[in-house]
């Protein structure tokens, strides 16, 4: 027989180790964190015990910060609308697929996500470099060589490749929730292929689609790997800049600044989209 | 006036025959039932005629017009799928207007001809409530308005009442006939549920194994099936393995050592026979009486008739008595079995092999 106190704490004690962990490891930290962005820095002493917000203030009016925002912002968005316009054909063609292939190219899509992000990372800069495969292949075609390797549109290329699986895989599960004769039904009304998946297939994988692109927004907006192997030293986002103020300026309080302002902007776009997207399933799915 | 054929239709799909041979003329106004156990190969049927499914070998055409390799949304039929297939993201008057929207009809007749579908149907009320808002039956409906809205020459009906509950399939199966009378649009329904396919079709399509075995009106696919799978698929049946006996004019089945007389001048004296006699056919008499001695085993009381199952030398005959209103037999008690011998069926050679 269980006596009736224990009864009462049991689900206190069932919860304790998850609230603990999430505790010490992210509201302290992040406490920690948005205390820090608050104490003044001087260069020569080092962190000061005093109260500022000279360096939100900084962040937000010097055009260098803003550069790095922007890019980030453009990065993000522009990863997203490449993963999915092509994620979301991938993942319909995937659908279609028979029982072989299908697993196999499942494969093929989760592969990247099956190597270390370091070593992937270099393979693109060996592939994108000055006299990597990609120009070696321009060249023998007579073109002229192109500048990738520490562009942005080599970052965007890298970041495109492992964000996929991301995308593939929510328009996938909702395809997966389609009943196939909806579409078919759609032909025998006169629809064309085309006509079917615009007005009966593409608005049911919406939601797959919206819910894929906040998480590849969100991951590819706080890339670190990708921006400082492929970037270079010049080309910098905000988590490499972060990084940059932690390790190199040793500015901690301007670094945990704009890990703060980073945190707050990704979750202002992520809600908003969120928001958005309950909206249109409340109103299509129930 | 043949109005859709089908002409030595077949479909195989890598070594498998799923539809073998099928020819098949429907006329105008008509509708047809194509019946069978299920991988008998009568979705693929329809799914033919609808162009989902490209033919193997034949020819289909509608009208005098070769549609074999026309594309599903070029033949304008209207098709009924056994899952509705209704757009979740439409609403009701959105999923029906679907199809004249793909036709570019104007919008001011658009909406009138939606209206008269959703009326036709009885869902007037329920135009802007969304698929998953509305009962199995309703949504049933909304399929039906929404193949019909287009005035398609041919309704295609995949198992249209497979997913409704026993006493909603009855009333939605009238509802669909009251429909189909109203349009007078020429209707073939898949099923694998007999009384469905007896009860509203002008004809009936046997399928069995990818082939079609008999096409026969209602009535008389259920009088004179043409072998033993159809005498006990179609309704329930008494099948008795025997050998034909004939002296002089009379002749008999000899039914292990029990002769039943029976008349059928073309079979050969010698023949393996198999006799399909219908449970309602059969009368119960009292002991003695009868072409057939038998004891009662066991009686099912089901409201409008009783159900008798009675052991008798040839082995255990189904018999079903209307209820009259006063207790027949009981269990355990000696009966006559007797019958008139017309309502016997006969079914010569090997076709006891088939049941």
């Known amino acids: 027989m269980i006596a009736r106190s224990s009864t009462l704490s049991a689900p206190w004690l069932l919860a304790g180790p998850g609230a603990l962990f999430f505790f010490g490891l992210v509201l302290l930290p992040l406490a920690l964190t948005v205390i820090l962005s608050f104490h003044a820095y001087d260069h020569s002493t080092g962190i000061q015990n005093a109260f500022t917000v000279s360096h939100y203030i900084t962040v937000v009016t010097d055009g260098y910060y803003?550069?790095?925002?922007?890019?980030?912002?453009?990065?993000?968005?522009?990863?997203?609308?490449?993963?999915?316009?092509?994620?979301?054909?991938?993942?319909?063609?995937?659908?279609?697929?028979?029982?072989?292939?299908?697993?196999?190219?499942?494969?093929?899509?989760?592969?990247?996500?099956?190597v270390s992000v370091v070593v992937r990372t270099f393979g693109w800069s060996m592939l994108l470099g000055s006299q990597g495969l990609v120009n070696q292949a321009l060249q023998l075609v007579g073109f002229a060589p192109v500048r990738i390797l520490y562009t942005e549109t080599a970052i965007v290329i890298a970041l495109v490749h492992v964000m996929l699986p991301f995308m593939v895989i929510p328009v996938w599960t909702a395809l997966q929730k389609l009943d196939p004769m909806v579409e078919a039904a759609a032909w025998t009304l006169g629809a064309s292929h085309f006509t079917a998946l615009r007005r009966v297939v593409m608005p049911q994988v919406t939601l797959g689609m919206l819910s894929g692109s906040l998480i590849v927004f969100g991951l590819s907006a706080s890339a670190f790997a990708v921006p400082a192997l492929l970037g270079g030293r010049r080309l910098k986002m905000v988590a490499t800049l972060v990084y940059d103020e932690y390790l190199h300026e040793l500015n901690w309080p301007l670094g945990a600044a704009i890990a703060i302002i980073v945190l707050v902007a990704n979750l202002c776009i992520m809600l908003a989209y969120n928001r958005m997207v309950e909206a249109r399933a409340r109103r299509t799915l129930g | 006036m043949a109005f859709l054929t089908l002409e030595g239709v077949s479909k195989e799909f890598g070594t498998f025959t799923a539809v073998r041979d099928v020819s098949l003329t429907i006329d105008k106004g008509e509708f047809v039932s194509l019946l069978g156990p299920s991988g008998c190969g009568k979705t693929t049927t329809l799914q033919m005629i609808a162009g989902l499914v490209e033919p193997t070998e034949g020819r289909i055409s509608l009208d005098g017009r070769d549609i074999t390799r026309e594309k599903p949304n070029r033949r304008g039929l209207g098709v009924v799928f056994q899952s509705y297939a209704l757009f979740p993201h439409m609403t009701v008057a959105q999923n029906v207007a679907f199809g004249l929207e793909m036709r570019r009809v104007p919008h001011a007749e658009r909406t009138d001809r939606v209206r008269e579908a959703l009326m036709l149907v009885q869902l007037s009320s329920f135009a802007d409530r969304y698929p998953r808002q509305l009962s199995g039956?309703?949504?049933?409906?909304?399929?039906?308005?929404?193949?019909?809205?287009?005035?398609?020459?041919?309704?295609?009906l995949d198992e249209p009442l497979s997913n409704l509950d026993a006493k909603l399939r009855e009333e939605m199966q009238f509802e669909l006939r009251r429909i189909q009378r109203k349009v007078g649009t020429t209707t073939i329904m898949v099923t694998h549920d007999q009384a469905e396919a007896l009860s509203i079709s002008d004809r009936v399509v046997?399928?069995?194994?990818?082939?079609?075995?008999?096409?026969?009106?209602?009535?008389?696919?259920?009088?004179?099936?043409?072998?033993?799978?159809?005498?006990?698929?179609?309704?329930?049946?008494?099948l008795l393995a025997g050998t034909w006996r004939r002296n002089g004019t009379t002749s008999a089945a000899d039914i292990g050592g029990v002769l039943l007389e029976a008349s059928a001048p073309e079979i050969a004296a010698g023949t393996p026979v198999t006799l399909s006699i219908r449970p309602e056919k059969i009368l119960v008499r009292d002991a003695g009486a009868g072409r057939?001695?038998?004891?009662?085993?066991?009686?099912?009381?089901?409201?409008?008739?009783?159900?008798?199952?009675?052991?008798t030398p040839i082995g255990i005959m189904t018999v079903s008595t209307p209820n009259l209103g006063v207790e027949p037999a009981a269990e355990g008690s000696p009966v006559g079995l007797d019958w008139s011998p017309d309502n016997m069926r006969i079914i010569a050679g090997n076709a006891a092999a088939a049941a």
């Open chain 1, 66 to 114: 803003l550069e790095i925002f922007w890019r980030t912002l453009r990065i993000a968005a522009l990863t997203t609308l490449i993963c999915a316009a092509i994620g979301v054909p991938e993942a319909y063609i995937l659908s279609r697929m028979r029982d072989p292939w299908r697993s196999v190219f499942l494969l093929v899509i989760i592969g990247p996500l099956l």
């Open chain 2, 137 to 156: 039956g309703q949504r049933q409906r909304v399929a039906v308005a929404r193949a019909l809205v287009i005035a398609p020459p041919v309704l295609l």
């Open chain 2, 206 to 238: 046997v399928m069995e194994g990818g082939r079609m075995t008999q096409v026969d009106a209602p009535y008389r696919l259920y009088e004179q099936p043409s072998n033993a799978f159809i005498s006990s698929f179609v309704g329930k049946t008494n």
């Open chain 2, 292 to 311: 057939l001695k038998g004891r009662v085993a066991s009686r099912f009381f089901l409201g409008s008739q009783w159900l008798f199952t009675v052991e």
